[in-house]
């Protein structure tokens, strides 16, 4: 009984010795020098991967051209997108319901507002049409910042805003802005061809073999500008920081006698003699789906 009254005496004042040893002056096993070198080992050792860690971001970043991006994708047709943006791509509204299409317009108001004429000609050139607007650098010579041109809102026509300041909606006319996305580079058309925009009934499944579209409730559309083009003098693009004023075009579709009452899936692609749609590897590219519902009601 006494005899591990004892021996818990001793293993707790081992305890005490081995936190504190004041006769060895040891903390924890260790004396104060020898702490102290653990702790400058560790300084060192953490000092050194630091250094490290920047000289190999310092020497990567050094190889990054602030124009151009040094990886992009070489094959892809880019994708597109239309305004105006909601939660998904869908244009649901009620023509005699202000409220459901109120915030389309001010969506479209919003995002034209660069694309006002007395802007554009502030910021940009008049270029000649049908052909690339090219401005190369002459070998490490940069020659920026490079001029853009003038997309002018008004080249929207009816679907301006201007002149309809509720761009069919009221009507149950709605305009849809189509965009394709920035690619630095590249060249979407050859011969003096400008790439178009075509909009028709997408396909789309509805049971396990049967497909169907909506040809027959699009009714006519029109395209603004003329033809649904891109112009080529808008391309090629040399990025956000070499073409500060640069303007993306856009192409309006408006639908003059869609169906209403009854979802409408459309599907808007890019028509050009060098890109190609929707392949396999991408079936995004070139293209944009969405639907469109117009209610009486
Ligand atoms: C844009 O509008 C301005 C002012 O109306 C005009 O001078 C200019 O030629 C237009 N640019 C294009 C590309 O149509
Ligand atoms: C960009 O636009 C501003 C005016 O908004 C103009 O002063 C400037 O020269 C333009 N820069 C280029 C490169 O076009
Ligand atoms: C639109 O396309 C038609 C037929 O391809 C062509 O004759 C006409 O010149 C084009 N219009 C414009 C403004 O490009
Ligand atoms: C609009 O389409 C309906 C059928 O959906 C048709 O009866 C009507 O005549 C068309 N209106 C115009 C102006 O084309």
Redesign the pocket.
């Known amino acids: 009984m006494s005899g591990t009254k004892e021996e818990d005496r001793k293993s707790s004042s081992e305890w005490r010795d081995f936190f504190w040893n004041p006769r060895t002056h040891e903390l924890l096993g260790r004396t104060a020098t020898s702490w102290g070198l653990i702790l400058l080992f560790y300084l060192v050792f953490y000092l050194f991967l630091a250094g490290m860690f920047a000289l190999t971001m310092y020497i990567l970043l050094l190889t990054l051209d602030d124009y151009k991006p040094t990886w992009q994708d070489q094959l892809a047709t880019p994708g597109m997108m239309i305004r105006p943006k909601g939660d998904q791509l869908e244009i649901v509204y009620s023509v005699s319901d202000a409220q459901s299409w109120d915030g389309f317009v001010q969506n479209l108001n919003s995002f034209l507002s660069p694309y006002n004429d007395i802007?554009q000609v502030?910021?940009?050139d008049n270029c000649p049409p049908d052909q690339y607007f090219i401005q190369e650098d002459s070998g490490e010579v940069r020659n920026n910042?490079?001029?853009?041109c003038q997309f002018n809102r008004t080249m929207l026509e009816e679907c301006s805003g201007l002149s309809d300041h509720f761009y069919g909606y009221s009507r149950g006319q709605p305009c849809i802005l189509i965009k394709m996305n920035r690619v630095i580079g590249m060249l979407p058309g050859k011969d003096g061809q400008s790439p178009y925009v075509t909009c028709g009934a997408k396909r789309y499944k509805v049971d396990k073999d049967e497909w169907r579209e909506d040809s027959d409730k699009i009714g006519p559309l029109a395209y603004y500008p003329p033809n649904g083009t891109f112009n080529l003098m808008y391309y090629p693009y040399y990025g956000k920081k070499a073409?500060?004023?640069y303007t993306q075009p856009l192409v309006a579709v408006r639908f003059l006698n869609a169906s209403l009452n009854t979802d409408i899936n459309i599907e808007c692609k890019i028509n050009s003699n060098t890109l190609s749609t929707g392949s396999d590897r991408d079936k995004f590219a070139g293209r944009v789906a969405f639907k469109l519902r117009i209610n009486e009601k």
């Open positions: 802007y502030q910021t940009n910042p490079k001029r853009s073409q500060v004023n």
